[in-house]
């Protein structure tokens, strides 16, 4: 009865009963997704999807992020995922390392330029959405990933398919059918990462999931159990997935509260890596020359997906823990400049990685990482991070939210004023139509 | 290298070195699939499908098959994907029980009205495409199947991904990519077959094989290894797959003339069983009442796809032995109307299906089935059969196919002239501009 179950909370669910802790975690993700999706408008696999897909598009009725031109809403969902999740610099549940809201609130957004709906009914399904797609993880977890899944396309597209659902008034046959044409649609593999490829991945999930609601609101109908069945999507791509922690808590406890964004445009295991290096170089500046070699230490997370020693681009570097490294101590930023093809090419990155060692240590937790560094001179010099910024437990303020959101906007929007963004986005739940909000993005 | 092989041997291919018996197979795969989808253009899922889709639709450029409105060429993949494969009576790969037709020829049809191609060039991107879905298929089989992959759709969308690459003339690189962009989007589950949702997977096999080349023209890039690599397609769908079978014989091994087209419009599995039934009924008819039970025993692929003992569908009936059993004992056909939601619901058919049992033989190929009817008087008759018609042992002549054709066309598109497009499809190889075979098909 899982699925059911799922199907079920989500039909019911009421505004009144989400806690204000969620509330405003949802009103920062959208910020941030908002942001990351205009800084990374203009990356060339965004550019390239959009040419791909201009021809193919129906009514030019929805808003693609830092775009002047607008296409249909299917469109528009997944490019504005794609976008947002390009750089891997949007929001992310640490538990399961999914990038939540790039699936879920492209498809909101593009959807409320159809039918107009307010903020917070926008709201309100983006933390249904979130706590779909975090409890399919959460259940998965940590197999599924390590299976080599890309979660957050895989679980996206159940939580994009819930939310809209949710804004259709789905009863609850078909918000069953509506997880049912999701499970058809769930892809994404972990070996596209640092590939353009990784991307196309995450918008079908936005596109599949709003497609997969649609169809189930016009009849399209899905089987009973399209989770827990025996080819379901939690049985087919998990090891004895828990059940339980799809449905157990479901209303009081909410995953919405425990998402992060991130200070960093990279892989979110490297936040805490990037933060040891330049705290190391804030108490102790070193020339290059002078460092022997680097290993870094951490939860088996950050072997598995960030130990990449050799890159060749901007995006394969916002998985190298090696490239993280050498331009935190190099430069003493990490932002997306830093992650740029050029970078990666630089002779001193090259030089200064090649040094660079990963280690699993499994006593450190994912949010924090260890840095050994051993000099030309023999001696060794430990900087350990034990929660970096933007972690549960040191998350970034909301102003500094803002101060990344207008760093985003610059990077991929030249010329763009973010305030009136910002501004209509920490407004949303006030808002008459949420359609008025995202057209504020359009730019160009 | 098992990707980069593959993707090489279809940017390297000749038509000229593609042998008669896989042009003339193909073929009839199309003339299959076309048919079919004639048939299944009125079914529920493809109306419903389609109203779902054509406020998005961009230019009216493609068929839909058996429909009047013209759509976008993505969208015309996916619902002319969705009819050829909703009764699964399309064509059928016997080793992996992958319909290798659907999602790949309506990919190229799509694309063969935007971008004109002969005739000649189609059916060869089709055969190529055939190839690589159904290698995958091998190397992947038995366990992707049985571990709840929908094999037709996530291994479709490679087909069509190398189909469309290679009339749009992809260097290596870019076919490759192709692949890339197809992996980050194969999907389809088992849980949905017996629903609507199983064809949402199956028209997005097609569209997304069908995006992922263009995608991969446009400059998308995705991974070296997107097949072979530690979190590939083939290593997280499979296990240990035999990546032999995915390159070995390329060019000399063809699997188009191992496709099969199916004398009844329900799981392969069952055609075998419903052969049985037939002979038996034609040398001895039985009365229900006379009949105390029934036994179907079969390879165990007969049980673990279609021991359905409880449907309620037509849909699901296509998947259920107990239905098929019944309806070809009272009925003596097993057509498009024998597995109707009317049929399922009839009160004789209820009563002799509940009759049925479904057994392993593992002696038994996966061609044939034994049928054991235990008579109200104690007698027992045996019925065998070693290979159901349209098996390689038995294939349907090319006058039964257009019988076939002349019916579902018939059932789906009442008034429709089957004949133009009967000449036009067998005489495809010849023909000028492919677009206009498949306009042939449009109708109301």
């Known amino acids: 009865m899982t699925s059911r179950r799922l199907a079920q909370f989500v039909v019911q669910s009421r505004w009144e009963e989400v806690p204000e802790a969620a509330r405003h975690e949802a009103r920062r993700s959208l910020l941030n997704v908002v942001g990351t999706a205009l800084g990374g408008s203009g990356d060339a696999a965004s550019r390239r999807a959009a040419a791909t897909l201009a021809p193919f598009s129906g009514p030019a009725e929805a808003t693609v992020i830092g775009r002047r031109e607008r296409v249909d809403c299917l469109t528009a969902a997944f490019l504005n995922a794609l976008a947002g999740n390009v750089f891997d610099f949007d929001d992310t549940h640490p538990e399961t390392i999914i990038h939540p809201s790039a699936p879920v609130a492209p498809a909101l957004f593009a959807w409320a330029e159809r039918v107009p709906m307010t903020g917070a009914r926008l709201l309100h399904a983006f933390v249904l959405g979130v706590e779909v797609e975090c409890r399919l993880g959460n259940a998965l977890s940590p197999y599924h990933y390590q299976r080599g899944w890309h979660i957050t396309s895989t679980c996206g597209v159940f939580g994009a398919a819930a939310a809209v659902g949710h804004v259709l008034g789905l ?73 339980a922690r799809v449905t157990d808590g479901l209303g009081t406890d909410w995953e919405m509260p425990k998402n992060n964004c991130k200070p960093y445009p990279c892989g979110v295991v490297l936040n805490s890596v990037i933060d040891a290096c330049l705290d190391l170089r804030a108490v102790r500046p070193l020339a290059p020359d002078a460092i022997r070699s680097i290993t870094v230490s951490g939860h088996p997370l950050l072997r598995e997906r960030a130990d990449r020693p050799a890159v060749a681009t901007g995006r394969e570097a916002q998985v190298s823990a090696q490239h993280a490294v050498a331009v935190a101590l190099l430069d003493g930023r990490a932002g997306v400049a830093e992650f740029s093809d050029a970078r990666v090419g630089a002779t001193d990155v090259l030089a200064l990685r090649a040094k660079v060692e990963v280690r699993d240590a499994p006593g450190i937790p994912v949010e924090g990482a260890r840095l050994e560094v051993v000099l030309a001179s023999g001696e060794t010099i430990v900087q350990e991070v034990a929660a970096a910024r933007g972690s549960a437990a040191r998350p970034l303020s909301d102003a500094e939210l803002e101060a990344k959101f207008r760093a985003l906007a610059a990077h991929g929007c030249p010329g763009f004023d973010p305030e009136p963004l910002i501004a209509a986005l920490w407004a949303i739940e006030g808002a008459a139509d949420a359609a008025q909000v995202i057209r504020l993005a359009a730019h160009g």
């Open 171 to 243: 009863d609850e046959e078909r918000m069953l059918w509506a997880l049912g044409n999701a499970s058809a649609q769930s892809s994404g593999l972990v070996e596209t990462l640092g590939t353009m490829a990784k991307s196309i991945g995450v918008g079908q999930s936005a596109r599949g999931g709003l497609l997969a609601a649609l169809l189930a609101r016009d009849g399209v109908e899905g089987p009973e159990r399209p989770l827990e069945g025996p080819r379901g999507f939690l049985t087919v791509t998990g090891r004895d997935p828990d059940l």
